[in-house]
């Protein structure tokens, strides 16, 4: 025979315990320029988001546009050049002409993430936001691109116990 008052123990599921995230959706920057290569578009647009109304600065987030577009904007039509470049010469070279074209378009996306990545820890995450270079299916066509994601990070809850 136990104790006699271990028999009635019920655990409640108290929701008050429950840790709520309530984070807002992620702020989605699709490419509007008029070239894409290999889903890399040559720009993003520099309108600001209502979404980020209040969290950050537009000057800021013009000037993180405008060094993403900047770049951008030097090294698509060099992708671009070589991409002809490597489809004329395709037949000849058996496909291997098309090499630098993959190499110089990883290249981008790479600097791409730095340059984010440097954004990011210079001002971003200490407004509580994580900007990342995603690759997203296009609604309308069957073909993927590279979308700019403004997430909001979560708070940490400094009142609750360990």
Same mark, same amino acid.
């Given at each position: 025979?136990?104790?006699?008052?271990?028999?009635?123990?019920?655990?409640?599921?108290?929701?008050?315990?429950?840790?709520?995230?309530?984070?807002?959706?992620?702020?989605?920057?699709?490419?509007?320029?008029?070239?894409?290569?290999?889903?890399?578009?040559?720009?993003?647009?520099?309108?600001?988001?209502?979404?980020?109304?209040?969290?950050?600065?537009?000057?800021?987030?013009?000037?993180?546009?405008?060094?993403?577009? #900047?770049?951008?904007?030097?090294?698509?039509? /060099?992708?671009?050049? =070589?991409? @002809?470049?490597?489809?004329? &010469?395709?037949?000849?070279?058996?496909?291997?002409?098309?090499?630098?074209?993959?190499?110089?378009?990883?290249?981008?996306?790479?600097?791409?993430?730095?340059?984010?990545?440097? #954004?990011?820890?210079?001002?971003?995450?200490? /407004?509580?936001?994580? =900007?990342? @270079?995603?690759?997203?299916? &296009?609604?309308?066509?069957?073909?993927?691109?590279?979308?700019?994601?403004?997430?909001?990070?979560?708070?940490?809850?400094?009142?609750?116990?360990?």
């Amino acid at each position: 025979m136990g104790d006699p008052y271990d028999e009635g123990i019920v655990e409640v599921d108290d929701p008050s315990h429950h840790e709520i995230s309530t984070r807002p959706e992620p702020v989605r920057l699709r490419g509007v320029g008029n070239v894409t290569v290999f889903g890399l578009n040559n720009r993003f647009s520099s309108d600001f988001p209502l979404a980020l109304v209040g969290k950050v600065a537009s000057e800021e987030f013009e000037a993180t546009i405008g060094r993403i577009n #900047e770049y951008l904007g030097h090294t698509v039509p /060099l992708n671009i050049k =070589w991409l @002809l470049c490597g489809c004329l &010469c395709c037949c000849c070279t058996v496909g291997c002409s098309l090499v630098p074209v993959v190499y110089l378009n990883k290249r981008t996306k790479v600097r791409l993430e730095k340059a984010l990545s440097w #954004e990011n820890s210079r001002l971003y995450h200490k /407004l509580g936001m994580h =900007w990342r @270079l995603s690759r997203e299916q &296009c609604t309308d066509i069957n073909m993927k691109e590279y979308v700019l994601f403004v997430e909001f990070l979560s708070k940490e809850d400094i009142y609750s116990p360990d």
